[in-house]
Protein backbone atom coordinates (compact mmCIF):
# COMPACT_ATOMS: atom_id res chain seq x y z
CA UNK A 1 0.00 0.00 0.00
CA UNK A 2 0.91 3.56 -0.17
CA UNK A 3 1.00 5.89 3.17
CA UNK A 4 -0.12 8.76 2.24
CA UNK A 5 -1.88 10.33 5.18
CA UNK A 6 -5.00 11.65 6.38
CA UNK A 7 -5.35 13.56 2.73
CA UNK A 8 -8.58 15.91 2.66
CA UNK A 9 -11.29 13.98 0.86
CA UNK A 10 -14.74 16.22 -0.32
CA UNK A 11 -18.12 14.48 -0.78
CA UNK A 12 -21.02 16.41 -2.23
CA UNK A 13 -21.84 17.31 1.73
CA UNK A 14 -18.86 16.66 3.83
CA UNK A 15 -15.10 17.53 4.21
CA UNK A 16 -12.92 14.81 5.87
CA UNK A 17 -9.96 16.45 6.84
CA UNK A 18 -6.67 14.86 8.84
CA UNK A 19 -7.46 15.78 12.57
CA UNK A 20 -6.27 18.80 14.60
CA UNK A 21 -6.50 19.63 18.34
CA UNK A 22 -9.37 21.92 17.72
CA UNK A 23 -11.92 19.32 17.70
CA UNK A 24 -11.04 16.64 20.11
CA UNK A 25 -12.83 17.94 22.79
CA UNK A 26 -16.30 17.96 20.68
CA UNK A 27 -15.31 14.25 19.80
CA UNK A 28 -14.74 13.77 23.28
CA UNK A 29 -18.07 14.87 23.99
CA UNK A 30 -19.70 12.95 21.62
CA UNK A 31 -17.69 9.26 22.48
CA UNK A 32 -18.88 9.63 26.22
CA UNK A 33 -23.08 9.77 25.06
CA UNK A 34 -24.17 6.69 25.78
CA UNK A 35 -25.83 5.32 22.68
CA UNK A 36 -22.30 5.90 20.92
CA UNK A 37 -19.67 4.03 23.06
CA UNK A 38 -21.70 1.32 23.86
CA UNK A 39 -20.78 -0.55 20.97
CA UNK A 40 -17.83 1.86 19.96
CA UNK A 41 -15.44 2.05 22.73
CA UNK A 42 -12.98 -1.39 23.55
CA UNK A 43 -10.85 0.60 25.67
CA UNK A 44 -10.27 -2.06 29.13
CA UNK A 45 -12.66 -1.69 31.39
CA UNK A 46 -11.12 -0.90 34.60
CA UNK A 47 -10.70 2.53 32.79
CA UNK A 48 -14.57 3.64 32.56
CA UNK A 49 -14.17 6.34 35.06
CA UNK A 50 -11.50 7.65 33.71
CA UNK A 51 -12.69 8.10 30.08
CA UNK A 52 -15.24 10.07 31.47
CA UNK A 53 -12.86 13.04 33.04
CA UNK A 54 -11.66 15.47 30.57
CA UNK A 55 -9.17 16.68 32.23
CA UNK A 56 -7.20 13.76 31.95
CA UNK A 57 -8.13 12.50 28.80
CA UNK A 58 -7.07 15.92 27.10
CA UNK A 59 -3.55 15.14 27.83
CA UNK A 60 -4.43 11.75 25.85
CA UNK A 61 -5.31 13.66 23.02
CA UNK A 62 -2.72 16.57 22.90
CA UNK A 63 0.00 13.44 22.54
CA UNK A 64 -1.97 11.80 19.78
CA UNK A 65 -2.56 14.85 17.79
CA UNK A 66 1.10 15.06 17.65
CA UNK A 67 1.12 12.04 14.95
CA UNK A 68 -1.75 13.18 12.94
CA UNK A 69 -0.14 14.26 10.15
CA UNK A 70 2.13 11.18 9.62
CA UNK A 71 1.59 9.47 6.41
CA UNK A 72 0.84 5.97 8.25
CA UNK A 73 -2.30 7.47 9.65
CA UNK A 74 -5.47 7.39 8.38
CA UNK A 75 -7.87 9.28 10.32
CA UNK A 76 -10.09 12.35 9.49
CA UNK A 77 -12.34 14.80 11.20
CA UNK A 78 -15.89 15.13 9.64
CA UNK A 79 -17.15 18.51 8.86
CA UNK A 80 -20.25 19.75 6.98
CA UNK A 81 -19.28 21.43 3.49
CA UNK A 82 -22.10 23.91 4.16
CA UNK A 83 -21.10 25.72 7.88
CA UNK A 84 -17.94 23.59 8.99
CA UNK A 85 -19.71 21.96 11.47
CA UNK A 86 -18.20 19.05 13.05
CA UNK A 87 -20.12 15.59 13.41
CA UNK A 88 -17.83 13.07 13.87
CA UNK A 89 -14.63 11.13 13.08
CA UNK A 90 -13.74 8.66 10.66
CA UNK A 91 -10.41 6.29 10.47
CA UNK A 92 -9.00 2.84 8.50
CA UNK A 93 -6.69 1.66 10.90
CA UNK A 94 -4.34 -1.77 10.70
CA UNK A 95 -5.95 -4.89 10.35
CA UNK A 96 -4.56 -6.74 13.25
CA UNK A 97 -6.36 -4.13 15.38
CA UNK A 98 -8.98 -6.51 14.31
CA UNK A 99 -7.54 -9.92 14.21
CA UNK A 100 -3.90 -10.30 15.93
CA UNK A 101 -2.68 -12.56 13.23
CA UNK A 102 -3.21 -10.26 10.68
CA UNK A 103 0.11 -8.59 9.47
CA UNK A 104 -0.12 -7.44 5.56
CA UNK A 105 -0.21 -3.61 5.80
CA UNK A 106 -2.98 -3.79 2.59
CA UNK A 107 -5.62 -5.70 4.90
CA UNK A 108 -7.06 -2.66 6.83
CA UNK A 109 -10.06 -1.91 9.84
CA UNK A 110 -12.67 0.64 9.61
CA UNK A 111 -14.31 2.82 11.90
CA UNK A 112 -16.52 5.51 12.14
CA UNK A 113 -18.61 8.09 14.68
CA UNK A 114 -21.22 10.10 13.85
CA UNK A 115 -23.00 13.03 16.38
CA UNK A 116 -26.72 11.34 17.08
CA UNK A 117 -28.18 14.73 16.62
CA UNK A 118 -26.56 14.46 12.66
CA UNK A 119 -27.34 10.49 12.61
CA UNK A 120 -30.06 9.25 9.84
CA UNK A 121 -29.07 11.46 7.07
CA UNK A 122 -26.67 9.43 5.17
CA UNK A 123 -23.59 11.15 6.49
CA UNK A 124 -21.91 8.33 7.57
CA UNK A 125 -23.17 6.23 4.65
CA UNK A 126 -21.40 9.11 2.74
CA UNK A 127 -18.26 9.37 4.64
CA UNK A 128 -17.43 6.43 4.80
CA UNK A 129 -17.50 5.81 1.17
CA UNK A 130 -15.08 8.50 0.22
CA UNK A 131 -12.65 6.98 2.45
CA UNK A 132 -12.98 3.54 1.40
CA UNK A 133 -12.43 4.86 -2.43
CA UNK A 134 -9.28 6.41 -0.88
CA UNK A 135 -8.06 3.62 0.54
CA UNK A 136 -8.43 1.44 -2.22
CA UNK A 137 -7.94 3.63 -5.15
CA UNK A 138 -5.38 6.34 -3.94
CA UNK A 139 -3.42 3.69 -0.89
CA UNK A 140 -3.88 1.09 -2.93
CA UNK A 141 -5.14 -1.15 -0.11
CA UNK A 142 -6.58 -4.74 -0.90
CA UNK A 143 -9.40 -5.91 1.62
CA UNK A 144 -11.15 -4.21 4.82
CA UNK A 145 -12.32 -6.44 7.70
CA UNK A 146 -14.75 -5.31 10.52
CA UNK A 147 -17.47 -6.13 12.50
CA UNK A 148 -20.11 -4.89 14.24
CA UNK A 149 -22.38 -5.99 17.24
CA UNK A 150 -25.09 -8.17 16.06
CA UNK A 151 -27.42 -5.63 18.84
CA UNK A 152 -26.41 -2.90 16.24
CA UNK A 153 -28.33 -2.96 12.75
CA UNK A 154 -27.42 0.75 12.07
CA UNK A 155 -23.95 -0.08 11.90
CA UNK A 156 -24.12 -3.33 10.27
CA UNK A 157 -26.42 -1.87 7.83
CA UNK A 158 -24.09 0.65 6.48
CA UNK A 159 -21.52 -2.03 5.81
CA UNK A 160 -24.22 -3.70 3.47
CA UNK A 161 -24.76 -0.67 2.14
CA UNK A 162 -21.12 -0.12 1.22
CA UNK A 163 -20.71 -4.03 -0.10
CA UNK A 164 -19.39 -5.45 2.91
CA UNK A 165 -19.77 -8.91 3.07
CA UNK A 166 -20.87 -10.54 6.25
CA UNK A 167 -18.43 -13.84 7.13
CA UNK A 168 -20.42 -17.43 8.92
CA UNK A 169 -18.23 -16.21 11.62
CA UNK A 170 -19.04 -14.31 14.84
CA UNK A 171 -17.17 -13.01 17.45
CA UNK A 172 -17.00 -11.54 21.02
CA UNK A 173 -15.74 -8.10 21.98
CA UNK A 174 -15.80 -6.35 25.55
CA UNK A 175 -17.02 -2.95 24.65
CA UNK A 176 -15.75 -0.60 27.92
CA UNK A 177 -19.54 0.28 28.84
CA UNK A 178 -21.17 -3.34 28.50
CA UNK A 179 -20.38 -5.56 31.71
CA UNK A 180 -20.64 -8.66 29.47
CA UNK A 181 -18.83 -9.52 26.00
CA UNK A 182 -21.15 -8.84 22.58
CA UNK A 183 -21.90 -10.70 19.97
CA UNK A 184 -20.39 -9.53 16.97
CA UNK A 185 -20.70 -9.81 13.05
CA UNK A 186 -17.67 -10.14 10.77
CA UNK A 187 -17.47 -8.39 7.79
CA UNK A 188 -14.98 -7.89 4.92
CA UNK A 189 -14.89 -5.92 1.39
CA UNK A 190 -12.05 -6.73 -1.29
CA UNK A 191 -10.83 -3.97 -3.34
CA UNK A 192 -12.80 -6.23 -6.26
CA UNK A 193 -16.07 -6.75 -4.58
CA UNK A 194 -16.63 -2.88 -3.97
CA UNK A 195 -15.22 -1.38 -7.21
CA UNK A 196 -17.83 -4.36 -8.79
CA UNK A 197 -20.72 -3.48 -6.18
CA UNK A 198 -19.95 0.71 -6.63
CA UNK A 199 -19.28 0.53 -10.69
CA UNK A 200 -21.65 2.90 -11.42
CA UNK A 201 -21.35 5.14 -8.09
CA UNK A 202 -17.66 5.40 -7.11
CA UNK A 203 -17.36 8.90 -8.71
CA UNK A 204 -18.41 12.05 -6.58
Known amino acids: MKY ?3 KTIETERLILKSETIDEQKRFWEILMIPEVNRYYLTVPVKFRDKLKDWDKQKVYYEEDMKKANSPDVFRWS ?3 KDN ?3 IGRIS ?3 GSVEDESITSPDIRGVAWIIDPKYQGNGYGTEAAKAMINYMFLD ?3 EKIVTCAAIDNPASWKVMEKL ?3 RQDKTKMIQYTYLDESTPCY ?3 LTKEKYLTFNSSKIMW
Open 4 to 6: LGS
Open 78 to 80: IFL
Open 84 to 86: NQY
Open 92 to 94: CHD
Open 139 to 141: CGI
Open 163 to 165: GFV
Open 186 to 188: SYE
